[in-house]
């Protein structure tokens, strides 16, 4: 049974900052492919930023690049994202995903191949 948990979330005035963090509970001791992906009401889920299974490589889109940044403590079972200068468009409810799939780059961004997902956490970004 894999469950992830994220945390962090809450009401921040644009241009500040906010860390995300993703906790995984699991059993087996394997190890997954991580993303982060948000969604607003009415809307597709959209990726964020996502980590190779080994930690070695991440990958964003341009449009987040630069200002959101994704890490992993493999020492705590956790995921991290954060994410600067922060703008109201960005207040979505953020999830974290993993999966066993060993993919890297634009491959890891389609929210369909993630087999585990967190029950999100809000961000409210205020102007």
């Known amino acids: 049974q894999v469950q992830l948990v994220e945390s962090g979330g809450g009401l921040v005035q644009a241009g500040g900052s906010l860390r995300l963090a993703c906790t995984v509970s699991d059993d087996s001791g394997s190890r997954y492919a991580m993303a982060w992906f948000r969604q607003v009401p009415g809307k597709e889920r959209e990726f964020v930023a996502s980590m190779s299974w080994s930690g070695e490589s991440s990958y964003y889109p341009n449009n987040m690049r630069g200002r959101f940044i994704i890490s992993r403590d493999d020492t705590k079972n956790t995921l991290y994202l954060q994410m600067n200068d922060l703008k109201t468009e960005d207040t979505a409810v953020y999830y974290c995903?993993?999966?066993?799939?060993?993919?890297?780059?634009?491959?890891?961004?389609?929210?369909?191949?993630?087999?585990?997902w967190g029950q999100g956490t809000p961000v409210t970004v205020s102007s």
């Open positions: 995903a993993a999966s066993l799939r060993k993919f890297v780059g634009m491959a890891s961004s389609f929210a369909g191949q993630y087999e585990y």
